[in-house]
């Protein structure tokens, strides 16, 4: 039962356009929301988390939105950089669980 | 500053081999440590973690273990390679104690088995 669910396996977007990647989840006690990144061959690096408390947070070029009621984060980029080309994963975590439960990853390449 | 150290970065083994993945967390006190793998073209799977010194908690049964000896340091460990364990495996530690905190990996290993 995958309780955190990245639909789109890839995604191209024009260098300068907004990528936007999105994660549904089935757990309504996930409190936490997190987005990693991963180049090939390297372990995934942190980008931006939210709290289930807002339904926005910013930094820099990324930007996560919440929607509770539909169950739905999204990370937008803009704009997309052609470095920012890599698989995107989504994370998910209850206040008192220890583990994070992640999504299978989007495939994100930005063309120049 | 916290680091985490994974080696090694890649290992061929051949089907029915042992296997000894290390990793070790600087900069920290006892953090909850993570063994997760990916598969190929899969996403992250979690295999082992602990919270503290012989804590083990499985989340999947297969034919690995994992141990950990001392307070920073995580073993991944096969008595018997199958072709099914070749994958990239990746050690996490999250901050224990704390909510709503992220959690760092290591480099990885890509695990080819032969």
């Known amino acids: 039962d995958q309780q955190v669910k990245q639909n789109s396996p890839s995604l191209s977007v024009q260098e300068g356009r907004i990528s936007i990647l999105n994660c549904d989840y089935t757990?309504?006690?996930?409190?936490?929301f997190l987005w990693y990144k991963k180049y090939p061959a390297e372990g995934p690096t942190f980008l931006i988390s939210?709290?289930?408390?807002?339904d926005k947070n910013e930094d820099g070029r990324f930007t996560v939105f919440l929607n509770k009621s539909a169950k739905h984060l999204s990370l937008h980029i803009v704009p997309s950089q052609p470095g920012d080309s890599a698989v995107y994963f989504c994370a998910a975590s209850t206040g008192s669980a220890r583990q994070l439960t992640f999504g299978s990853g989007t495939q994100l390449t930005v063309l120049p | 500053s916290q680091t985490i150290h994974q080696w090694p970065a890649t290992l061929v083994q051949p089907v029915g081999s042992p296997l000894s993945l290390e990793c070790t967390v600087e900069?920290?006190?006892?953090?909850?440590l993570y063994w997760y793998r990916q598969a190929a073209g899969r996403g992250l799977q979690l295999l082992f973690y602990s919270v503290g010194i012989g804590q083990i908690s499985s989340e999947v049964p297969q034919n690995l273990s994992a141990s950990r000896p001392q307070d920073r340091q995580f073993i991944l460990s096969s008595k018997k390679l199958l072709l099914s364990d070749s994958g990239f495996y990746l050690c996490a530690w999250r901050a224990a104690g704390r909510m709503n905190t992220e959690a760092f990996f290591g480099q990885g290993t890509r695990l080819t088995v032969v």
């Open positions: 939210i709290s289930s408390i807002k």
């Open positions: 757990n309504s006690m996930f409190d936490y």
């Open positions: 900069g920290t006190s006892n953090p909850n």
